[in-house]
């Protein structure tokens, strides 16, 4: 399966502004656009990003922040184009709607990087069927619990230990004494804290 193995605080400072791709290390001193804020690679003189390139910009943000690889961002903006409504905002709905960005907005992991790893390994549950496709998409009423097994492991140990500090977004909800999530409704982007532009995507892929 193909993969970013480049260093991802790079994405940060190339799209200039934290995607939060390291969790909780982006809140800190550490995080590279706190350090570096400043394109990755020699320091040239650069010219003014055009409106092509602005839009590649926007497109790759989301890209990244989801972990997608350009093959599947183009299915789910086909399958937005399909839908009524708005297609930036239905782009925004369905790479919500993937397991390992619910896994993510549970609280079960600290980066949706991690949430892909939780799943792909077989410790997460969707509607009591052991799950291990990080993109299916969540219905309203789904729930997310743990495989039985992986209750044991020290990481959910840690994970019981520290929920309580954790919020989630409105349309899901979190039993924290079972560690099981629940799908209350579909996302809207009111709900969503995106840090690209839509409309910039779709405009991108109408050229």
Same mark, same amino acid.
């Given at each position: 399966?193909?993969?970013?193995?480049?260093?991802?605080?790079?994405?940060?400072?190339?799209?200039?502004?934290?995607?939060?791709?390291?969790?909780?290390?982006?809140?800190?001193?550490?995080?590279?656009?706190?350090?570096?804020?400043?394109?990755?690679?020699?320091?040239?003189?650069?010219?003014?990003?055009? *409106?092509?390139?602005?839009?590649?910009?926007?497109?790759?943000?989301?890209?990244?922040?989801?972990?997608?690889?350009?093959?599947?961002?183009?299915?789910?903006?086909?399958?937005?184009?399909?839908?009524?409504?708005?297609?930036?905002?239905?782009?925004?709905?369905?790479?919500?709607?993937?397991?390992?960005?619910?896994?993510?907005?549970?609280?079960?992991?600290?980066?949706?990087?991690?949430?892909?790893?939780?799943?792909?390994?077989?410790?997460?549950?969707?509607?009591?069927?052991?799950?291990?496709?990080?993109?299916?998409?969540?219905?309203?009423?789904?729930?997310?619990?743990?495989?039985?097994?992986?209750?044991?492991?020290?990481?959910? /140990?840690?994970?019981?230990?520290?929920?309580?500090?954790?919020?989630?977004?409105?349309?899901?909800?979190?039993?924290?004494?079972?560690?099981?999530?629940?799908?209350?409704?579909?996302?809207?982007?009111? *709900?969503?804290?995106?840090?690209?532009?839509? /409309?910039?995507?779709?405009?991108?892929?109408?050229?």
């Amino acid at each position: 399966m193909a993969r970013h193995i480049e260093a991802v605080c790079r994405l940060c400072r190339r799209s200039g502004e934290k995607l939060m791709l390291k969790g909780s290390r982006c809140l800190t001193p550490k995080c590279a656009i706190d350090r570096r804020n400043k394109p990755p690679g020699p320091a040239i003189k650069r010219r003014r990003v055009s *409106d092509r390139g602005l839009q590649l910009r926007e497109k790759q943000k989301a890209r990244h922040t989801y972990g997608i690889l350009e093959r599947q961002f183009r299915r789910l903006f086909a399958q937005a184009e399909r839908q009524s409504g708005i297609t930036g905002d239905n782009l925004l709905v369905l790479l919500e709607r993937r397991l390992d960005n619910v896994v993510y907005r549970l609280g079960f992991a600290d980066s949706r990087a991690q949430a892909r790893q939780l799943v792909r390994h077989g410790h997460i549950m969707l509607n009591g069927r052991r799950a291990n496709v990080p993109s299916i998409l969540v219905k309203e009423g789904d729930t997310i619990s743990w495989r039985k097994g992986s209750t044991k492991t020290e990481y959910y /140990k840690q994970l019981v230990a520290s929920i309580e500090a954790k919020s989630v977004s409105s349309w899901l909800s979190l039993d924290k004494q079972n560690l099981a999530g629940q799908v209350l409704s579909l996302p809207t982007p009111a *709900d969503i804290d995106a840090k690209f532009e839509g /409309k910039s995507i779709v405009e991108y892929y109408s050229r």
